[in-house]
């Protein structure tokens, strides 16, 4: 049904022909920004690193990613997982290969601003409310969370 996630590099081939497929798709854009106020532009920067799960047919099925900010945290970003794929964790599959291969592997804090959905998966990798809060201009509650 998918593949195990992979933790690509923005640069690469897959990277861009992944990213480009998305960015294609409009009604999967317009889906992003009205479930996670998400845009596939915040994947197509220099240095960031980005794990996708993939279906067979290698359609990004969900996704997280994390990239070095000049103050050397990682900030982590863009975690969306496609409407038709939800209730199969493969967020939570994107998730763990981004925590294995960056998280761990950089042992830099991290910085996080997240809607409900995803944080107890977080909390239960080391993340914490910091107390910052808000409601953003389309009305999602979102917090920041730092590990």
């Known amino acids: 049904m998918y593949a195990e996630p992979e933790t ?17 798709d409009h009604d999967l854009v317009a889906a ?13 920067i220099p240095g960031t690193f980005w794990s996708v799960t993939l279906t067979e047919d290698g359609t990004p099925a969900a996704w997280c990613a994390a990239r070095i900010t000049d103050g050397g945290a990682l900030r982590c970003h863009s975690n969306y ?32 601003y997240l809607f ?20 953003s201009a389309d009305r999602h509650r979102w917090w920041e969370l730092r590990r």
Do not use: N
């Open 8 to 24: 690509l590099r923005h640069g690469g081939q897959l990277y861009a022909d992944l990213l480009a497929e998305i960015t294609a």
């Open 32 to 44: 992003m920004w009205a479930d996670a106020e998400s845009r596939p532009a915040e994947l197509d």
């Open 116 to 135: 409900a959905q995803p944080i107890a998966l977080h909390e239960r990798h080391g993340w914490y409310r910091t107390g910052l809060t808000g409601v």
């Open 81 to 112: 997982e496609r409407r038709e794929w939800r209730g199969r964790g493969l967020y939570e599959d994107a998730y763990h290969a981004r925590h294995r291969d960056v998280m761990l592997s950089y042992k830099l804090p991290g910085v996080t």
